[in-house]
Structures are given as C-alpha cells and as structure tokens.
C-alpha cells in the first residue's frame, strides 16, 4: 500500500458514537469500545464484528455523565476471556468478552481514595500476564490486580496522595530491570513490575495536566512531555549499587517540541509525533530530542492521532478528519495519499489497525475502513 484507490480507502462500517474520544480494541474478530446513552444516560461497552460492524452486545449502566469536552476517552484492554475498563468516573470493569456481563469491578474512589480527574479518566488499564496494573492514585501509586478476579497482589505506596493522571502506564526494561513508567503531574515514577516497589521518581513541572505516557526511547533512556507549556525532557536510568538512579540529562522547552495527548512512536533511533507547538505538525525528532524534520508548509493535525504500519504513518487531521498516508521516515515529510474520512471537530480519538482494517472516529461517529490495498 503506497497509495488509495481512487475515492480513498472503501469503508466498511460507521456507527454513530456519543461525543468523546474513546478508541477501539479489537480480538479475534471482535471490536470493543466505550460509549454512552446520552439520551437514557447509560454509560456503555459495546462490541461489534470487525467484519462489518454487526453489535453483538452492550453492556449498559444507569450513569448520569455530563459532557466534559466529550464525555468518553479512554481504550479497553482484551485478553480473549475478559474485557477490562475504565469509566469516566474511575470506576474499573471486567467484563465476560462474548456476553458482555460483568464479571468483578473495583470502584477507585471507595477502595483507594481516588479522584476523578478534571477531564474525567484518561487512563487505559494495562495487561502484563496474569495481571491487570493500574495507576488509580490516593491510597495506591499503582496496584497490580489478578485479571481474573480482581483480587490485589501488589500495590506501590504513595505516601504523598498523589492523584490520578490521565496518562496510561508504559511498560519497559530500563537498566536491565522490568519496570512501569508513569507521568503524574508531580513527575515521572517507576515501579518494579515483580513486585511494585518504588524503583525511582524524577521531579518535573507538568501543568494543569498530563496525558502522554513516559516513552522509552533506549535501553536507559526515556522522553516525557505533556502540553500547556509544559514541554519535555530525556531522563536517563543507571544502575547503582543494588539500586537505580535518575537523571534529566536535557530539557526540551515547549517552543523547541513537545505533545499534549499522544504518546510519540519510536522507530530507527527517532520518535515521530503531533507536536503541541506550531499548530500539531507531525515531527521527526532524534534521540536527542531534537527536531530533524516536520510537516510545516505541508500539513498541519491540531490534536490529531497517529498509528505506524508497514513502514507508513497513519495521521488524522484533529479538525478536518482528513487522514494522511505519510512515509515513516527519517529523511524528511513524504505524503503518500489523503482521503477525506470524518467530518467532525475534535478527532482526536486514537486509531485501531487489525487485519487491513483501520478503525478511527470522531466526537459523533466510528469508522471503519479497509486500507490493505490491492493483493
């Protein structure tokens, strides 16, 4: 695929959506996504064939969510058996993934002491084997929980209540140990992912809120960001003694780069992400975190999403919902096609690929195209 056929990539399904940004999992066939009954006030997961978007069941719940920029944003996680989320008011469900009932649910404001962040939760839950780890805040930095039923096996203390963040939690071996990486707005802290132990956590300035996830450029090293001026900064992570230290080895000022909602992607010793500066030109930065090349003078995406496939960057226009083919490469911007996908404001959603299936939406409507080209 290196271009659409005439007329943009052939749609498959659309289904009307609630206004928010949530995203679609898909597994085995099946596509799983968050949503709402705005006019029973019902807070919803749904699951539709990936074929051709046939609902196979809703899970529904008397909620009475008021719009908040949106109301739904977040992405379930899907292990075969269970379908785990987290609803705008923190409240965690596991779901049976070919009947829709469910199965065990914590509420994170009564068992931890959560609070619901300003705009509703943000964060996705995060499969790692036989457990299901979540960063709910309050009582607990983050918890590891047995997928199956619920039940605590660790939690990582958090002496100082810092509250919940819309970011997710990323997984990565830094130093030569497995941990988990989180932003909050007081900084970056990691976990060990045997047993949550606090590894390390390095202080910075996020402002008002923190969405992206920490992003692991190298073995050692990792990018953090975030919007409203907060900008960015590579941390470095070193062994020492029988522990780990942190340092910021450099900051990245707001006007030099850095993102608001989507974690970058990394690829060939580069990450590639919508900047928050300059109107949301997609940009190529190197593991320095310096700029090697962006779309200005081409294309700009606001807040838009991205997905990387076979070589190719899928980028959304976060006010237009023109999608954009772009070369994942280094050397500089090469559109390969655009097609006009969604017509509505704020397609900030993030993208699902599956099977030559791209699944994207927007505040009122999901979409599913085919984009594998011809065979």
């Known amino acids: 695929l290196r271009s659409w056929p005439d007329g943009g990539p052939k749609e498959l399904w659309r289904l009307d959506v609630a206004q928010g940004y949530s995203a679609a999992s898909v597994y085995d066939g099946k596509v799983f996504f968050n949503d709402y009954d705005e006019a029973n006030a019902k807070w919803l997961v749904r699951s539709v064939l990936l074929a051709d978007g046939t609902e196979l069941w ?4 008397s909620r009475r969510i008021r719009p908040n920029h949106g109301i739904t944003r977040t992405v379930p996680a899907v292990d075969g058996k269970l379908v785990y989320t987290i609803d705008p008011k923190t409240v965690l469900h596991a779901l049976d993934a070919e009947t829709g009932e469910e199965v065990w649910r914590k509420n994170l404001v009564q068992e931890y002491g959560a609070k619901i962040p300003p705009w509703y939760n943000g964060q996705n839950p ?7 780890i979540i960063a709910p805040g309050g009582a607990a930095l983050m918890v590891a929980l047995k997928k199956d039923t619920g039940e605590e096996v660790w939690r990582t203390p958090n002496p100082e209540s810092w509250p919940m963040s819309h970011a997710s939690i990323m997984p990565a071996t830094l130093a030569g140990t497995r941990q988990l990486l989180y ?11 045997d047993d949550g132990r606090l590894l390390w956590h390095q202080p910075f300035k996020f402002n008002v809120a923190v ?6 450029l190298n073995s050692d090293t990792v990018f953090i960001t975030a919007g409203y001026d907060a900008g960015g900064a590579l941390l470095n992570v070193a062994k020492q003694g029988e522990g780990l230290v942190v340092k910021t080895t ?7 780069w850095n993102a608001e909602i989507h974690t970058p992607i990394v690829i060939d010793d580069h990450f590639f992400g919508v900047g928050r500066h300059k109107r949301g030109l997609f940009t ?6 310096e700029v090697v090349w962006t779309s200005e003078g081409k294309a700009s995406f606001e807040q838009g999403s991205f997905l990387l496939a076979d070589g190719m960057f899928f980028v959304l226009e976060g006010k237009t919902g023109v999608l954009r083919l772009i070369e994942a490469s280094t050397d500089g911007y090469q559109e390969l096609a655009q097609a006009q996908v969604l017509s509505g404001h704020d397609v900030w959603g993030p993208m699902a690929l599956s099977d030559g299936k791209l699944i994207l939406r927007d505040m009122r409507q999901m979409v599913c195209l085919d984009v594998r080209g011809d065979k």
């Open 58 to 61: 809703q899970y529904e719940e």
């Open 126 to 132: 995060l499969l790692d084997g036989d457990h299901l």
């Open 183 to 193: 932003n909050n707005l007081f900084g970056t802290v990691a976990a060990a992912a």
């Open 211 to 216: 969405a992206p996830s920490p992003l692991p």
């Open 250 to 256: 450099k900051q990245v000022t707001p006007d030099i």
């Open 284 to 289: 190529c930065l190197n593991d320095q975190a």
